[in-house]
């Protein structure tokens, strides 16, 4: 889900666990769409993208999963560390080529 | 450069005055976007460069917001009469050319305005 102001959506996960962050996205025109993670006091970094004619994506440790049908992205963490604490977002871009951005979730990992 | 790089890092400013913020995109991209970033929100689209076209300013939220571009290099974004509500985390971002596969956005590290 999403919310506003301080109250971030959180997801708190042990170390090892593996830990998905779920995105709504609004328009079905976008065709790409991208993950960031930011670190307190950072910029947001690029974790992984995927376009709209794929469904899943792997990288090393994360897999982003599309779904066109109910406009609903997914990023998936193997084995959560404590160094992945941060902020994720999700972003869409479609024609205007201008990324929104979706309000972000807090991932909390315990050691 | 390798990365964006934003300055100045930090900036507090009393009500009223001025701020000018500035960004170096990487070399070679040339598409270049600002965005606002409230405490605990999520990034706010302000404005888009792309190459030598007119700029989509459609984000910004006021006419005392303006940015400028020379070229594809820095980029400018300046506040006037700043107000309290201006306070947030300045964000740069830039990439190569839109519609390249897979072409990603560079993100620097902000700059923190705060009105005092």
């Known amino acids: 889900g999403e919310s506003v102001g301080l109250h971030l959506p959180t997801l708190s996960v042990q170390e090892g666990d593996n830990s998905i962050i779920n995105c709504a996205y609004s328009?079905?025109?976008?065709?790409?769409f991208i993950w960031y993670k930011q670190e307190s006091g950072k910029g947001p970094q690029f974790i992984i993208d995927i376009r709209s004619n794929m469904d899943k994506r792997q990288g090393q440790r994360v897999t982003v999963l599309l779904n066109k049908t109910v406009k609903h992205l997914s990023l998936q963490i193997a084995a959560t560390q404590p160094g992945d604490s941060a902020v994720y977002f999700c972003a869409e871009e479609g024609g205007s080529y201008i990324p929104t951005f979706g309000r972000g979730t807090s991932l909390i990992v315990h050691p | 450069g390798a990365g964006v790089s934003q300055s100045p890092s930090n900036k507090v400013t009393e009500k009223g005055k001025d701020v000018e913020l500035r960004c170096d995109p990487i070399s070679g991209h040339t598409a270049l976007y600002w965005y606002r970033q409230r405490l605990g929100q999520g990034l706010e689209f302000l404005i888009y460069f792309q190459g030598n076209s007119a700029p989509d300013k459609s984000g910004l939220p006021s006419d005392r917001f303006s940015a400028e571009r020379t070229g594809e290099s820095v980029s400018t974004l300046t506040i006037q009469r700043t107000q309290q509500e201006d306070s947030a985390v300045y964000l740069c971002?830039?990439?190569?050319?839109?519609?390249?596969?897979?072409?990603?956005?560079?993100f620097g590290s902000g700059t923190r305005l705060t009105v005092v």
């Open positions: 328009n079905s025109a976008s065709d790409y």
């Open positions: 971002a830039s990439s190569l050319s839109p519609g390249q596969l897979n072409y990603g956005y560079t």
